[in-house]
């Protein structure tokens, strides 16, 4: 089965730094991803949707300047949170919807990445 | 816009049990509907899903859902629960055209008595 990565499941990071989340779909291309935020006992929310090779959408209240991403390949898209608050902790889950799969609207979810900024 | 009501927040249910969690949805059209589990700490894991056909599907783990398009539904049930079935579970709808994220439920927190 389509199988999707995320690195690293779990990162603690100062007030004020960027960290770089990474989702990764393993056997097959995705040429869309979609990133989620969940808040502790809450749902998914989405933040973007990222196609491969342009810029991705936000859905309405998401910073695009605090929240970059990037799909820059078929395999790989990028969540980099700028100047980090204690506010954006949080669960991050992205999902990946293949190329082959189009029509299905069926997408994979990775594991899911823990940001604590402190 | 799609929205995915479900309206049990939090069930608990004795080990061996039957379970029943709702979910109801709101679409214009036919929707993609989807049930995932989520361990604390871990990602979702896909149940089962309805995209057309039999409106009763049958997943892993023994889950079973009904879509019911006259009354917006998309139930989830099973008929005997085992410990390990504590979880958080999350209802969900796509639309038709295959191109957008899921619109996800506030999700259903179980848990098992023993």
């Known amino acids: 089965g389509a199988v999707v990565s995320q690195h690293p499941s779990r990162v603690i990071c100062k007030s004020g730094t960027s960290v770089k989340i990474e989702c990764r779909s393993l056997?097959?291309?995705?040429?869309?991803m979609f990133w989620y935020r969940q808040f502790p006992k809450k749902s998914l929310m989405l933040m973007a949707t990222?196609?491969?090779?342009?810029?991705?959408?936000?859905e309405q209240g998401v910073e695009k300047d605090k929240f970059l991403i990037n799909h820059a390949s078929l395999t790989l898209s990028t969540l980099t949170v700028t100047s980090a608050h204690p506010e954006d902790s949080s669960f991050y889950i992205c999902?990946?919807?293949?190329?082959?799969?189009?029509?299905?609207?069926?997408?994979?979810f990775g594991p899911g990445t823990r940001l604590t900024v402190t | 816009a799609q929205s995915v009501t479900q309206p049990d927040i939090h069930i608990t249910v004795s080990e061996g049990a039957s379970l029943e969690l709702r979910c109801n949805y709101s679409?214009?059209?036919?929707?993609?509907l989807f049930w995932y589990v989520q361990s604390p700490g871990q990602g979702l894991q896909l149940l089962l899903k309805?995209?057309?056909?039999?409106?009763l599907v049958q997943g892993i783990k023994g889950f079973e859902a009904e879509f019911k398009r006259s009354q917006s539904s998309f139930n989830l049930r099973k008929p005997s629960v085992h410990w390990s079935d504590a979880a958080e579970y999350f209802c969900?709808?796509?639309?038709?055209?295959?191109?957008?994220?899921?619109?996800f439920g506030s999700g259903t927190r179980l848990q098992v008595q023993p």
């Open positions: 679409y214009g059209a036919t929707p993609y």
């Open positions: 990222s196609n491969e090779g342009s810029k991705a959408t936000y």
């Open positions: 969900a709808v796509g639309m038709d055209t295959g191109r957008r994220a899921l619109t």
């Open positions: 999902s990946a919807r293949g190329a082959g799969l189009a029509g299905t609207n069926e997408q994979y």
């Open positions: 056997d097959f291309q995705a040429t869309t």
């Open positions: 309805y995209f057309s056909g039999d409106t």
